[in-house]
C-alpha cells in the first residue's frame, strides 16, 4: 500500500494530469521504489501520458515568477532547473510542486558523491578522469548559480545556498530527466516528469515523445504487463560507468558494457616515420583512428579493422591489401594469425593492469550476495563496473 505522502503525490498528479495511466507507486526488492501495474498492459497501449503542466523544463523556468530574473543569465538547461527547483522546494507546502518533493531521494549514489578514497576502487583510469572533469564542472554551476543568488537575495530567497543543496538539486535532473522537444523554438529539451521519473530502467526498448494533440509527453510500451508487475522503460543501452555516472546505479551483468582503448605504432613496433604516417593517414580517412570499443561479447569493427591496418608489414601495405581489409576480406592467412595474436597480447596485457582480477572482484560481489561480506554501495557499483 502506498504511504501516505506516496497518496498526497497520487492524489496530486492525477488532480493535475489529463490522463490516469494504470499505475502506481509500489517498492521493489531490486530496484527499490517504482511504479507497478495496476491493470494488465497490453504492447503499443500508452503506459503513462504527463500533461505539459505538470513538465519541468527551461521554458517553465523562464515562464515562472522568477523567469525574468534568469533569462539574461548565461545558464544551461540543467542550471536552470535546478535552480527551479531549489526556489519551489524552500515554499514548502506553498509550492504547487511540494507533493512531488516530498517524494524525492535526499541521497543520491551518482559519482559525483565518490570520495577521493573511493575513486580508485574503480580501477578504470580513463573513467576516474571523467569524474574528476565532471566535478569540476558540477561546481564551477554551483559557482554561477552561487553568484546568482546573491545578485536576488530576496527575490530567490537562496542568500545560503550551499554546495550540497545545489549537488542535490542538479543530481534530481541528472538522475530523473528526460528528454523532450516541448518547445521547438528551444534546442534544450531537459525535462523533469512528476510520477514517469519512478519507472525503472530494462533493456527492452519503449517508445516516447511528446504528443501534440494531447499537449503530453507520453510513452509506449512494446511488451505487455500484467497486473501486478513492475512496469520498466529503457534510459538507453548504456554501459554501467555511463550509468552509474549519470544514474547512479549498475546493472550486474550488462552486455552494454564495453571499455574504450586506444591504439599506438609504438604497440606494434612501428619505427619507420614514413610507414605510420601511411598507416594514419588511411586511418584518418576512413575515421578509424581515436578511441576503439572492446565490448564483452565482441570486438567492434572500428579496432579490428585499425589492428589489421597496422599489422600489416612495410611489404604488404598497400592500397590492394587496405581496401582488402576494409571490405573484410582476408589478405592472407599469416597476416590473420599475426592480428589474432596481437589482440590476445592486447587483453592479456590489458586484464593485467588491474589490481584485482575477475575472479577476486566476481568472488567479492558472491559474498555479498550471500551475506558473508557487504559491501558499501559505492564499492558494490565500482566492482561491478570494473568486473
Not at 513538465?55 to 534568469?70: A, D, P, R
Not at 542550471?79 to 543520491?108: M, V
Not at 505487455?224 to 522503460?233: L, M, N, P, Y
Amino acid at each position: 500500500q502506498p504511504s501516505v505522502e506516496e497518496q498526497h503525490f497520487l492524489e496530486w498528479f492525477h488532480r493535475n494530469n489529463k490522463a490516469t495511466p494504470k499505475l502506481s507507486l509500489a517498492c521493489f526488492q531490486d530496484s527499490g521504489r517504482g511504479l507497478v501495474a495496476t491493470e494488465d498492459i497490453h504492447p503499443s497501449e500508452i503506459l503513462i501520458s504527463v500533461h505539459k503542466k505538470l513538465l519541468i523544463t527551461s521554458k517553465t523556468v523562464l515562464s515562472s515568477e522568477i523567469g525574468h530574473l534568469l533569462i539574461s543569465e548565461n545558464f544551461d538547461p540543467v542550471q536552470l532547473i535546478s535552480l527551479y527547483l531549489l526556489y519551489e522546494k524552500q515554499k514548502g507546502t506553498k509550492s504547487f510542486w511540494d507533493p512531488y518533493f516530498k517524494l524525492l531521494p535526499q541521497k543520491f549514489t551518482t559519482t559525483d558523491y565518490f570520495s577521493e578514497d573511493e575513486l580508485p576502487e574503480l580501477q578504470l583510469k580513463p573513467l576516474i578522469d571523467e569524474i574528476k572533469t565532471d566535478k569540476i564542472k558540477l561546481y564551477n554551476q554551483f559557482e554561477e548559480i552561487y553568484k546568482c543568488v546573491q545578485k536576488y537575495p530576496t527575490e530567490l530567497g537562496l542568500k545560503d545556498l550551499s554546495v550540497d543543496q545545489y549537488y542535490w538539486a542538479q543530481s534530481v535532473v541528472q538522475t530523473r530527466s528526460c528528454h523532450v522537444d516541448v518547445d521547438p523554438s528551444r534546442s534544450d529539451n531537459y525535462c523533469v516528469a512528476p510520477f514517469f521519473d519512478f519507472l525503472n530502467h530494462t533493456f527492452e526498448p519503449t517508445d516516447g515523445g511528446f504528443n501534440e494533440k494531447t499537449a503530453s509527453y507520453e510513452i509506449k510500451s512494446q511488451r505487455s504487463f500484467r497486473k501486478g508487475e513492475e512496469v520498466t522503460i529503457c534510459y538507453g543501452y548504456h554501459s554501467n560507468p555511463q550509468l552509474l555516472r549519470h544514474y547512479g546505479f549498475t546493472i550486474h551483468p550488462n552486455e552494454q558494457d564495453f571499455v574504450s582503448v586506444s591504439l599506438t605504432p609504438q604497440m606494434f613496433q612501428l619505427s619507420d616515420p614514413q610507414l605510420i604516417s601511411q598507416k594514419n593517414t588511411f586511418l584518418n580517412e576512413y575515421n578509424l583512428s581515436g578511441k576503439y570499443q572492446l565490448f564483452r561479447k565482441e570486438i567492434s569493427w572500428n579496432f579490428l579493422t585499425a589492428v589489421k591496418i597496422f599489422v600489416l608489414s612495410q611489404q604488404d601495405f598497400c592500397d590492394v591489401n587496405c581496401i582488402k581489409i576494409i571490405s573484410d576480406e582476408i589478405v592472407s592467412e599469416h597476416h590473420e594469425k599475426s592480428v589474432y595474436k596481437f589482440i590476445v597480447t592486447f587483453i592479456e596485457s590489458l586484464l593485467s593492469s588491474f589490481p584485482t582480477s575477475i575472479e577476486d572482484d566476481a568472488k567479492l560481489l558472491a559474498e555479498h550476495l550471500s551475506g558473508h561480506h557487504q559491501l558499501s554501495i559505492n564499492r558494490w557499483n565500482s566492482i561491478v563496473c570494473r568486473l
